[in-house]
Structures are given as structure tokens and as C-alpha cells.
């Protein structure tokens, strides 16, 4: 899967194992999953075209790259993917963030729209979906589709957790999405929760449940 890429870096995996730790309470979670997404953003955004700018420093004039062309939209999923927001504008303070409301069927684990709002217009963007985790695919081939609907072309999806079912479905329904992973997990189990995963990310976010 070419499109795929698994980051393996050590301080993203040390904060990936606080993270899954039942007794990290939801002030941490949440100040881990901002660090993670900004680690994996730096990443993610490493192709970003740069242009030579001149600029003067106190030594002599030079010509200097500054990040060109297309601007970004950041779009989490609803609600997990919120917690991601913060630490990818503290690297691109200049993006749009738009976004999807999507929660799974608890029964079926299919997922439900409920929300949506795009910045317009969307062509011209890169976009970064983001999402905690990638668990049945269902959510985030969901949220790809009603972006390209709009007319987002140019789309990155970006995960903490990935169950191994849910980046083969991604991949399969969205070849042409780049596909950043922070760790692929074991399986899902039966309902369709990722082992060992990090238990509900909303709720673990946002203190619920
Ligand atoms: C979680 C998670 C993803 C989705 C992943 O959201 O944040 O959006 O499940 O599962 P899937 O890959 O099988 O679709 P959830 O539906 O629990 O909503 P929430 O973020 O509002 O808690
Ligand atoms: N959604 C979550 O928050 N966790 C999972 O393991 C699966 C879906």
C-alpha cells in the first residue's frame, strides 16, 4: 500500500503507549492527543511546496523558502478528531478547519452523518482529515466521500490508531488519499473496538460517558 505510511518515530510511540494507558485521566489524553497530532502532522505536511522568498538579515540580503502555493483546511471528524485540531494549527496557524459529524450506529457500527461544514472553496485546499482513530474504516471512507463530494481533490487522512480492517478499507475506497498511521493495532473484536486500541476516544477526550 503505497499510499499508506506507518510513522515509527520513538517519541510518538512513547506518547502512543501513555495514551492507551487506562489511568491516563482526560487532562492528559487530551494534551497527548494534541502532541501526537502535531508529531504526525509535521510528517504528514513534509511535502508541502516551499517558494525562495528574499529576506534581509542582519548580516546581508538571501533568498529563503517559505511553505507556496495551495493553502491548507484542517477537517476532524466529529467528535475524537477535535482533540487533534490544536496541535496541527500551532504548525499551520494560517489554516481553514472544517467539519464532519459522524458517529457509529452502536448496533450496526455504521456510521451516521450529522454534521457538515466545508471551508468554501474547498478545490483549492489542502486537506488534512484527521481522526484518533481508523477503527471498521467506515467513518473516515465516509468523511473522504463527502469531501470529494464538495470538491476537495488534494486530501491527506491522518490516524493515531489504525486497525489493520480499517486502513485495508480506506485504502481500497480512497486510492488517491495519503494514508498517515501513528500505530497499526492487532484487530478489531466484535464490537468493532480496536485491540488494544485506547478504549473510546471521544469519551476518553471529552470526559464522557
Ligand atoms: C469513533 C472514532 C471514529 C470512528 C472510528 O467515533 O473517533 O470517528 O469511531 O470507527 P470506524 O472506523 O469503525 O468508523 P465515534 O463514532 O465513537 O464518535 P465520537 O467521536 O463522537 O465519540
Ligand atoms: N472508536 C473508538 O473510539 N475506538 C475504537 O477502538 C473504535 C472506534
Known amino acids: 500500500m503505497d499510499n499508506v505510511t506507518i510513522l515509527d518515530h520513538p517519541l510518538l ?3 502512543i503507549s501513555m495514551l492507551r494507558d ?3 485521566g482526560t487532562n492528559e489524553f487530551r494534551k497527548l492527543v494534541s502532541e501526537i497530532a502535531m508529531l504526525e ?3 504528514a505536511l513534509s511535502d508541502l511546496p516551499t517558494e525562495d522568498i528574499e529576506i534581509e538579515t542582519p548580516i546581508e540580503k538571501c533568498m529563503t523558502p517559505v511553505i507556496a502555493g495551495r493553502k491548507m483546511a484542517v477537517i476532524p471528524i466529529l467528535r475524537a478528531g477535535l482533540g487533534m485540531v ?3 494549527l500551532t504548525l499551520v496557524p494560517t489554516a481553514k478547519v472544517g467539519h464532519i459529524g459522524l458517529y457509529r450506529d452502536p448496533d450496526t457500527h455504521e456510521p451516521q452523518e450529522y454534521y457538515c461544514k466545508l471551508p468554501s472553496p474547498i478545490e483549492e485546499r489542502t486537506i488534512l482529515v484527521v481522526d484518533p482513530m481508523l477503527a471498521t474504516g467506515g467513518s473516515g471512507s465516509d468523511a473522504l466521500r463527502m469531501i ?3 470538491g476537495g481533490n488534494k486530501i491527506k487522512f491522518m490516524c493515531i490508531i489504525a486497525a489493520p480492517e480499517g486502513l485495508e478499507r480506506l485504502h481500497n475506497d480512497h486510492p488517491d488519499v495519503q494514508i498517515y498511521v501513528g500505530h497499526l493495532d492487532r484487530q478489531l473484536n466484535e464490537n468493532a473496538y480496536i485491540c488494544p486500541g485506547l478504549g473510546d476516544a471521544g ?7
Open 41 to 43: 502532522a509535521f510528517e
Open 13 to 15: 510511540q512513547h506518547k
Open 203 to 209: 469519551d476518553r477526550i471529552f470526559g464522557t460517558k
Open 148 to 150: 470529494k463530494e464538495h
Open 86 to 88: 490544536d496541535g496541527i
Open 22 to 24: 487506562k489511568n491516563t
